[in-house]
């Protein structure tokens, strides 16, 4: 018989001081959900910090869904989407952007922009790896670089003659050994802007020859206003690229659908890499939800009259806020094209992240801070003009006798 063990002497050490991985803390807590945390514990608060439309999702693609659980859409699907969904993108970039796809190959599902973010950007970064970012920009791609154990560059936009456009010249200084990708996000979140024609075929040629991917994110695309007609999409890279290029393209239905809480995305990609971000689906969430899937389906079939009439009311808004803006003290603003926010830029504010708490708590008017956004966006606010005149009119007058009585 074998002896027994000893008692150990080792005492383990208290949970408390077993650390959890490094790189989590490089990924900062978001100014704009630390502010909203705070406005959720207020009333009254009129919220504009949020990008997401005070809209319900439409009726048609709410009861697609509903029947689409009650013809039993709830088991697994591939993990790169269903097929009746790639195929009916494959049509969407057919009719909109002249652009022909394989949906077995280059089109693959997610669960959310997000994701498809966290798709692409893994895929191509090892760690040590650095991405260059057009700023001011969404902070989630930026994160999701650092989780990936790399190390993001921003390079900030050129504002001039109340236009922004991509500074060649500071990506061209940005560019080392360890660069692999470029992310650009047009329409832009925060600014509005979209990049035009001209730039995105200098950028594509810029990765071209620097042998670096280009993502995409495109997720506001149908949100546009100088098309020749109201739904109109803003222009896709797709429409230049050569399939063989190392360009993704990540897209969602959450804006253009308001289906923020449908968590339902897409991605288009080389044809090579397409199967292996399908294969990552699995080891993420393996697939988006299948009746969301199957809703997500009728709403580009179905969803133009609706779309359409949505672009409306955020033109307006649009409209409203920069008249709006224009006429507060110190405040410049570049008009967006696309999206639904504007980025004013306000003379001597250094602190935005401040500014938006003293405005949040002194006025219950909740903004997005510019610093939120990048380095760039630091003496900026971000407003989501996506709600309701009755929270939009009232937020804008509180903010300019807030700025005329000296913020």
């Not at 077993?18 to 909203?36: C, K, N, Q």
């Not at 697994?76 to 190959?105: C, K, M, Q, T, W």
């Not at 290029?245 to 659908?257: I, L, M």
């Not at 909740?366 to 937020?395: D, K, Q």
């Amino acid at each position: 018989m074998s002896e027994p063990l000893a008692a150990s002497t080792h005492r383990p050490a208290p949970a408390a001081s077993i650390p959890f991985a490094g790189s989590l803390d490089r990924v900062p807590y978001t100014r704009i959900r630390e502010l909203g945390e705070i406005a959720m514990g207020m009333d009254g608060v009129l919220r504009l910090y949020f990008g997401e439309s005070s809209l319900p999702t439409p009726k048609f693609i709410v009861d697609a869904a509903v029947q689409a659980l009650r013809e039993g859409y709830t088991f697994y699907s591939e993990n790169a989407g269903l097929p009746s969904l790639r195929s009916e993108i494959a049509l969407h970039y057919r009719r909109h952007h002249g652009v022909e796809l394989d949906p077995g190959s280059e089109i693959v599902i997610t669960a959310s922009g997000v994701q498809a973010l966290h798709l692409a950007i893994r895929s191509v970064l090892d760690p040590g790896d650095e991405a260059i970012v057009i700023s001011p920009a969404w902070p989630n791609s930026a994160s999701i670089v650092a989780l990936s154990h790399g190390v993001e560059v921003q390079v900030p936009l050129a504002l001039a003659d109340e236009r922004y456009a991509i500074d060649f010249a500071a990506l061209e200084a940005a560019v080392s050994s360890r660069t692999r990708i470029v992310v650009l996000t047009s329409p832009s979140n925060p600014l509005g802007w979209v990049a035009d024609v001209g730039e995105q075929r200098r950028l594509l040629e810029f990765c071209r020859a620097h042998g670096l991917w280009l993502l995409a994110d495109e997720v506001y695309e149908r949100i546009y206003y100088d098309g020749s007609q109201t739904g109109e999409p803003a222009p896709s890279i797709l429409r230049l690229c050569d399939r063989g290029d190392a360009v993704t393209v990540v897209q969602s239905f959450s804006k253009s659908y308001c289906m923020t809480g449908w968590r339902v995305g897409w991605l288009v990609t080389r044809a090579d890499l397409g199967p292996k971000l399908a294969q990552l689906n699995e080891f993420y969430v393996s697939h988006a939800a299948t009746f969301a899937q199957v809703a997500a389906t009728t709403a580009l079939a179905d969803g133009e009259e609706s779309l359409c009439r949505m672009v409306e009311g955020y033109r307006a808004n649009r409209d409203f806020c920069v008249t709006a803006l224009r006429e507060m003290p110190g405040v410049k603003l570049a008009e967006p094209s696309g999206a639904f926010y504007v980025f004013p830029r306000i003379d001597g504010l250094e602190d935005s992240f401040a500014f938006c708490k003293r405005l949040l708590l002194e006025q219950r008017v909740g903004l997005a801070p510019g610093s939120a956004f990048g380095t760039a966006g630091e003496g900026s606010l971000r407003i989501c003009y996506a709600a309701e005149r009755s929270v939009l009119e009232p937020a804008l007058e509180r903010l300019d006798a807030f700025l005329r009585t000296g913020g």
